[in-house]
């Protein structure tokens, strides 16, 4: 029977191409619109992932990654009395304005590391050395500040070269390879004295403390404990990661935008697919009633329709994906524009909804089919 459902269905090549198009459209719009988004909100949580550090200490005001309130240079020596603290070190950041060769200007993010312990420092090195950004007017940048800053210049920035922050001198040492910002800003790392250099000076210059919890105390107990004898505000890594997530959820309208758009790809799906295998079961009346009256019951007409039903599910969704896999690396040979990231829950989440859809559009022809008269097929 599995080969007369499958005959019936690659035979009407019309309708077959219209449903197969159909989810494929569906589940390109669902799985590359999601991945887009988790991309998009990925890029929000860059300073988690590019400054990696067991335990941030922020100020109460706090609630994600990218929003910054100083604290107090004491706070630093207050969380270092904590117990259960092996270390905890000072990190810099701010955005300021680089000057181009041209003489334009680019914001970029300075980052001052603990000159002592370089912690926060990123890993992923390109070229140069690490230990070289204490040398005088040292700073490592990242791939997007070479892309950016090299406007104007005859070659790109290479290590050796240099350029202005606030009309001082910095000059590359490194090159590291970074995670991509919500805000498209250039980060450039040095040393947090060398950064307060670059800075114009403000009440309080500190902007995270940044601890590592003792053998034996976990990173969770460390910053329960940091909260409760500081009154600071103490986040894990993951803690800070999901944090600025969920703020992004609240209060920005990104998920509303491309909850719009997978909302609409079902749509099309259960409405495309809907209608054409509704077609297309009501044209093969009369091959089914003659099914039916040859004997064949009920339950094996609708193991028909179901294996016509997923037949088709599987390719479309198949095609979907794997478009919607080019799209994103073609992505990432244009250095991650736009943001695509496609966890697992992506597929998984697309499958579950084209099968879903496609048990909808079996429905409705297995309820045709339960309804059929045998008779069907001798009338003219």
Request: charged share 20%; aromatic share 10%; glycine share 10%.
């Amino acid at each position: 029977m599995n080969h007369i459902a499958l005959k019936m269905l690659f035979g009407d090549r019309g309708k077959y191409l219209m449903l197969v198009s159909g989810l494929a459209f569906s589940s390109l719009l669902m799985t590359q619109q999601a991945s887009v988004f988790c991309g998009l909100i990925r890029w929000t949580t860059a300073n988690v992932r590019n400054m990696r550090a067991p335990v941030w200490v922020v100020d109460p005001k706090v609630e994600q990654a990218n929003e910054i309130k100083p604290l107090r240079d004491t706070d630093l020596a207050r969380v270092r009395s904590v117990d259960g603290v092996k270390w905890a070190v000072p990190l810099f950041t701010a955005t300021q304005q680089a000057r181009l060769a041209d003489g334009s200007f680019k914001n970029v993010q300075v980052v001052g590391l603990d000159s002592s312990t370089l912690a926060g420092a990123p890993t992923r090195i390109l070229s140069g050395r690490l230990e070289d950004i204490y040398e005088s007017n040292a700073v490592i940048v990242d791939q997007q500040a070479i892309e950016k800053l090299s406007r104007g210049r005859p070659r790109p920035l290479e290590i050796g070269d240099t350029f202005e922050i606030n009309d001082h001198e910095a000059r590359i040492v490194g090159v590291v390879r970074t995670e991509l910002s919500f805000t498209g800003v250039p980060n450039i790392y040095t040393t947090r004295e060398r950064a307060l250099d670059f800075i114009p000076r403000q009440r309080k210059m500190l902007s995270y403390v940044l601890a590592m919890p003792q053998p034996g105390v976990t990173a969770e107990d460390l910053a329960v404990r940091i909260g409760s004898e500081t009154g600071l505000k103490a986040y894990t890594e993951e803690e800070f990661f999901w944090a600025t997530i969920w703020w992004y959820f609240k209060f920005t309208g990104i998920p509303i935008s491309f909850g719009t758009t997978v909302i609409l790809g079902i749509v099309v799906g259960i409405v495309v697919s809907g209608q054409t295998f509704y077609t297309f079961i009501q044209e093969n009346m009369r091959s089914l009633g003659a099914l039916k009256a040859m004997g064949m019951s009920n339950f094996a007409l609708s193991s028909m329709v179901l294996l016509q039903a997923f037949t088709v599910g599987f390719m479309g969704y198949g095609i979907g994906l794997g478009l919607a896999c080019l799209y994103g690396a073609m992505s990432l040979k244009r250095g991650g524009m736009p943001p695509f990231f496609m966890p697992p829950e992506v597929p998984i989440g697309g499958a579950v909804v084209v099968l879903s859809i496609c048990g909808f559009a079996a429905l409705l022809g297995i309820i045709k089919v339960a309804r059929l008269e045998p008779a069907i097929v001798f009338r003219g």
